[in-house]
């Protein structure tokens, strides 16, 4: 069975079928959801969902292109919401160079308090980052986030990169893009780490994998990710579904 580690099924994408969807997964062997948070809204609706279905799990935090409005009463909000029982990581949380707002001064701030939240909470971190190596992997220095632990998700660095971030403790959350025809930086990332920490996921509704490049992206896609993973690794499916659902309940800690 598989276990999707990064959705939006919050997003409007999937406001025509959600439940129709989401009751299908089960029977299609996904086995665990995880529902990532982008700011509070998304994260009290992913919430529902985990209320709404057993399988369905929440992460709750404020995406750092979201950042620019979260103040002190928005952070005490998340707090209280990151500490409910279904919620299994602080996330997603990082820093985003791609757009020019909000600021990266109002990003790292935001950033440094949420990996905070998580060591009180004794909660793993879904890190997003994107365009901001250096500044990442500083942040998670300084801040001790190997104490803390996580996954840097849908993960756009060198292989090289990806190495510094499993010495600090962490998985790496593989996608979509592993299986793109110029996706050939991903795969070098797959075949330098151990397959031990590799999470599968999707980030649906976005960036769905060959053969669905460009649809609505779904869970129903992770075989896809899983297959070419296999390929590169040199492993079955099979195995690939079996390590990597491991390694989603070990550091989701279920
Ligand atoms: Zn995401």
Same mark, same amino acid.
């Given at each position: 069975?598989? @276990? ?10 999937f406001?025509?079928?959600?439940? !129709?969807?989401?009751?299908?997964? #089960?029977?299609?062997? &996904? ?5 990532? %948070? ?8 992913g ?7 057993? @399988?369905?799990? =929440? =992460? ?14 928005? @952070?005490? #909000? ?12 602080? %996330? ?10 909000? +600021? ?6 935001? @950033? +440094? ?13 879904? &890190?997003?980052? #994107? ?19 996580? *996954?840097?998700?849908?993960?756009s660095?060198?292989? /090289? ?15 979509? *893009? ?15 780490? $151990?397959?031990?920490? !590799? ?7 976005y960036?769905? $994998? ?8 779904s ?5 896809? !990710?899983?297959?070419? !993973?296999?390929?590169?690794? %040199?492993?079955?499916?099979? /195995? *690939?579904?079996? &390590? ?5 309940? #070990?550091?989701?800690?279920?």
């Amino acid at each position: 069975m598989i @276990f999707e580690t990064h959705a939006h099924y919050d997003d409007e994408a999937f406001d025509e079928d959600r439940d !129709i969807l989401l009751s299908s997964m #089960r029977e299609n062997g &996904i086995e665990y959801i995880v529902n990532v %948070g982008a700011n509070l809204e998304s994260t009290a609706a992913g919430l529902e969902l985990a209320a709404k279905y057993p @399988f369905v799990y =929440a =992460a709750a935090g404020v995406h750092p292109s979201e950042t620019g409005t979260l103040d002190e009463t928005g @952070f005490a #909000r998340l707090k209280k919401l990151c500490a409910l029982e279904k919620v299994v990581a602080v %996330g997603e949380i990082g820093l985003d160079y791609y757009w020019d707002e909000p +600021a990266h001064d109002v990003q790292k701030i935001w @950033f +440094a308090r949420q990996l905070d939240l998580a060591r009180e909470l004794k909660k793993p971190v879904i &890190i997003h980052s #994107r365009d901001a190596a250096k500044d990442t992997f500083d942040i998670m220095t300084e801040n001790k986030a190997g104490e803390i632990g996580g *996954v840097v998700h849908c993960y756009s660095y060198s292989a /090289e990169m990806a190495l510094d971030f499993v010495k600090m403790g962490f998985y790496i959350g593989i996608g979509g *893009v592993v299986t793109f025809k110029n996706g050939k930086k991903m795969k070098e990332v797959v075949e330098a780490l $151990p397959i031990e920490r !590799i999470l599968l996921e999707t980030d649906c509704p976005y960036l769905a $994998p060959e053969p669905n490049r460009g649809k609505r992206n779904s869970s129903l896609n992770l075989p896809y !990710i899983a297959q070419k !993973i296999a390929e590169i690794k %040199g492993l079955s499916y099979e /195995e *690939v579904i079996e &390590i990597t659902t491991k390694n989603a309940e #070990r550091m989701y800690q279920l």
